[in-house]
């Protein structure tokens, strides 16, 4: 077993520690100590608190001589397996490794917990452990989105942690998303959009209407954003917004339809170019360009749901994710830990009248914000 | 100008009249002739009523011999635009190709109605002139998506007629749709599913959980389809379902989300492509392949809104579709025309508690329901 909390900083960078579930992913606590092996390799300021079965994780551990010395392991007899009801684990939680990750962020031990584990679960024991911000009715869970920006990606948000939300809700999502644009994608000014079934004013749900009302009348400009009205289901990937605001419910089936929906055109891709001689030789004249692409598209790339609202930072990542969607979660993970996110998200809710707690660099505020 | 509403059956087979709105759609008129051309080519049967500005429409018509005879013209001095409000054209929308459109399908003059221009005042126009049938309380859209299925295509509903729907008309939705998927794809016993946010039982919105249980009940057996319980987003394109019934705000948001995420990852193909000469060289090896894909994925093909639950059909064609788009859309139109769909579903409606009224073939019963 490996302890590495107590080790001194190394020169020039300052130490994050992250805390890790190890269990309850589709691939396994092997994919997850691969996933951090492959993150410590990367950056050396790293440093994790693995949770799980000790008899499992140790000799995992063991073989990985990069995390030697940064890697803490938390013994947690008890899994939460995908079907466990969000109750039940909120109830009789205790001594499974999703419960020990989200204490050790309340205990201020590590700055961000990532789990690939039962999302509602995770939301249920992060609410009960962590608490909401003060200020935040709804928690919401913020995604990643591969689109047209410069950056690569939107967000939206939320996309799971409720199934629904009113005017006050949508408000508080457009300013949490806003802050994380800005602390994770160093976004000066983000777009916000809220997601209708037509950009006209007049379209859409009366909560949807009144949000809108309520942004143009001063929320956007409290919150540091620029609202951009109504955006469609065909902007969720385009250049005219940063971020995309919605219900829990809307979000969460627009996020898995767009999913399914590039995993279909690509097993299609696949048929087409197995389809004959021919066709196969051009892809492998093709196989750097498609590779490229497929980096490009690829969902573990943008793997990390986002809790937003409370007190700690939780990176959900996909319960199917291997090593590289592992360490995809953990690099944003640390990159929200360094940039003193949920600082700058808690003054941001606490005083939304006021602008500028949240700007990435707290001296340059007229630039940033 | 030509009038073919009077010509004789042709032999062997029986003549189908569909109403058509030249006007409203991105293309313009043109586009629209171009594809009432390549309709009439490829089907004898096929005759049309055209409505919109004679002035623009007649030359159009003359440089088109194949509808010589079949395409009669209705001057209609007026245009609904992209912009118009539903409720305007409601109220004031006497005097526009889209009203005369509609029309024509409530004089009986035609079977179905088709139209390239702006759904919510379709929507309003269709509804005011056709009326609801008996024992509907929201008429609803259904779109075909392309899919793992055999049959290259599953069809979802509600996505855009209304903003909402109680558990009542998600069952009358189920029921629609079921019969609509019997008598436009020839399924004997479509699989109908409802979209959530996950398949457990306990999750997502009541309304939700009520349609749930009560197709479970006996809704499922009465409407003559197999209920398949949740289906989560991912699983629109799957061969797991023929039938994807949602409210109309979230099938609006999966179906513009799938259509942006199949133009993102299509267009990224093409930069992928163009990044090398060698992968230009391999594209163009695999270009028949390629097309193919295209063919396959192309929103064009499956181009065809369905307003179900009204006195009448009306097929909504793409505001962007081209003379492909039109040819489709009016494909579609001749098929729910020969199937006498409209009687069928009227029955199904009517009388929700007995089964079989819909079946492609009514000697059929046994074998189809």
């Known amino acids: 077993m490996t302890n590495g909390t107590n080790l001194p900083l190394e020169q020039g960078a300052s130490r994050i520690v992250i805390s890790v579930d190890a269990m309850g992913g589709d691939h396994g606590p092997a994919a997850v100590v691969a996933g951090l092996a492959t993150s410590a390799e990367r950056d050396s300021t790293l440093h994790f608190i693995l949770h799980g079965d000790e008899a499992v994780l140790a000799p995992l551990l063991d073989r990985r001589p990069v995390l030697n010395g940064r890697c803490e392991l938390r013994h947690a007899p008890r899994v939460v397996t995908m079907q466990d009801k969000p109750s039940q684990v909120m109830r009789h939680g205790e001594g499974t490794s999703m419960w020990s990750c ?10 961000v917990a990532v789990s690939c584990g039962n999302t509602g679960a995770l939301m249920a024991v992060s609410m009960i452990r962590l608490r909401k911000l003060p200020g935040v009715n709804r928690p919401a ?18 996309v799971g942690a409720d199934i629904k939300a009113d005017a006050d809700d949508l408000l508080q999502y457009a300013a949490m998303g806003a802050s994380y644009a800005r602390n994770g994608m160093n976004l000066a000014r983000p777009r916000v959009g809220l997601l209708n079934v037509g950009t ?18 001063g929320a956007a400009e409290a919150g540091s954003y620029e609202f951009v009205g109504f955006v469609e289901g065909g902007d969720i990937p385009s250049d005219r917004v940063d971020v995309i605001v919605t219900d829990g419910f809307t979000g969460n089936i627009a996020l898995k339809t767009g999913e399914g929906t590039a995993k279909l055109v690509s097993d299609f891709l696949k048929e087409t170019f197995n389809s004959s001689w021919i066709s196969k030789l051009g892809a492998l004249l093709a196989l750097r360009s498609l590779r490229a692409l497929q980096r490009r598209i ?7 749901g986002v809790f937003l609202g409370l ?24 990159q929200l830990a360094r940039s003193g996110f949920l600082d700058r998200l808690a003054a941001r809710v606490a005083s939304a009248g006021r602008a500028g707690q949240d700007a990435p660099d707290g001296t340059n505020r007229d630039q940033t914000e």
């Open 298 to 304: 690829d969902p573990r790339r943008v793997n990390g």
């Open 141 to 158: 869970i913020a995604c990643l989105w591969p689109s047209r920006n410069p950056g690569g990606f939107n967000v939206m948000l939320d």
């Open 200 to 217: 006209e004013e007049h379209k859409g749900r009366a909560e949807l209407k009144e949000a809108h009302d309520r942004m143009i009348a």
């Open 102 to 111: 989200i204490e050790s962020v309340k205990r201020g031990e590590a700055t």
């Open 311 to 334: 007190n700690g930072t939780v990176v959900k990542s996909h319960g199917g994710a291997d090593a590289t969607g592992v360490a995809a979660a953990v690099n944003l993970a640390s």
